[in-house]
């Protein structure tokens, strides 16, 4: 009896063991939703593929369906530096990234997958803004004083040396409309001019002492540069002369972006979103119903933009942009 007790409860145990061990198929998971509301992103831009951003430990972002939903890009190598500008060319298939570290990536299919150009994490100095020129030539700036020249689309870089601007720290390259005036801003009042399609450069006499964090081009062709405090400056004589814009709030501002109706937007610190409809002469204020600092924006509508900011990516809703720009009153809607 005993030995038939045995036999029993030893099949048992093997029966068990092969249940255990046997393979059985892994249930799907349930799919993950980016974080987007709670991450770090300083660029916004549009590609072939449809919304693009980058921001905090090397993320890079896109979304198909107008930012409904969000899938994150494939990348060659996990850095984890902070992006700080994306960049497309007009093709929006080829778009250079930059960032932290030196970094440099590149996206040959609207920004869904990216290959690492270069990276120095030992002597690497971040690297703040991109651009394209009309010839095709690329130009990157970054960290003291530091300017960088391509033109094989981003695989090989030069550096380029401008007199005056010494260990200063470049922070925006600003193109005109039609291609052929550029201008780079800087800390310290720091401004360079050219009028040959970044062939060439000159610095602009310093006017103001405070960092300039970015520039636009306006289209009676002269620029706004706007940046620390909530100061703002606009050229009369297409960058020789500079007036001070009424900005009045003393926060920073980091973007601006055209409204349909040919109103300028900035937005910076806060959640503060400025408004002109003179051509950046002066400006009106609105708050966003986040206060987290605003780093880029796309309009996507008439009444609707995307922003960017180190608390998330958001919708922005007004009644209408113009209706936005007109009233001094909070605007209805906000972010969703």
Do not use: C
């Amino acid at each position: 009896m005993r030995i038939a007790v045995g036999i029993a409860v030893a099949t048992l145990m093997a029966a068990a063991a092969f249940h255990a061990f046997s393979p059985r198929p892994t249930p799907p998971l349930e799919a993950t939703a980016l974080p987007i509301e709670h991450m770090h992103f300083n660029a916004l831009v549009r590609s072939s593929v449809g919304l693009v951003a980058g921001g905090e430990l090397g993320a890079l972002v896109y979304s198909r369906d107008q930012g409904r939903s969000w899938q994150r890009a494939q990348v060659s190598a996990n850095r984890q530096a902070l992006i700080t500008q994306v960049r497309f060319d007009e093709s929006g298939r080829l778009g250079l990234a930059v960032g932290h570290e030196g970094w440099i990536l590149r996206s040959d299919d609207g920004g869904q997958t990216w290959t690492e150009l270069h990276f120095d994490q030992a002597n690497g100095e971040p690297l703040m803004s991109i651009a394209t020129l009309p010839s095709g030539r690329w130009l990157a700036v970054g960290a003291f004083g530091r300017m960088l020249g391509s033109s094989d689309q981003g695989r090989n870089w030069q550096r380029i040396e401008v007199e005056g601007v010494q260990d200063q720290h470049l922070n925006r390259i600003v193109g005109s409309e039609d291609g052929k005036r550029w201008l780079v801003v800087g800390e310290r009042g720091l401004m360079l001019i050219s009028e040959d399609q970044g062939a060439s450069w000159r610095l602009l006499p310093p006017f103001y002492n405070g960092s300039f964090y970015n520039a636009a081009a306006l289209p009676d062709g002269n620029w706004l540069v706007y940046g620390m405090r909530g100061n703002a400056f606009r050229s009369s004589g297409g960058g020789e002369t500079w007036h001070k814009a009424e900005l009045p709030a003393p926060a920073s501002f980091f973007d601006h972006a055209q409204g349909s109706d040919g109103q300028l937007i900035l937005v910076g610190q806060g959640g503060l979103i400025a408004l002109s409809s003179d051509g950046g002469r002066r400006f009106s204020l609105q708050r966003a119903d986040s206060r987290a600092t605003l780093t880029s924006i796309v309009p996507d509508t008439e009444d609707g933009a995307w922003l960017a900011s180190d608390a998330g990516l958001m919708h922005h809703v007004a009644p209408t942009m113009a209706a936005l720009i007109r009233s001094d009153e909070p605007a209805q809607g906000g972010l969703r």
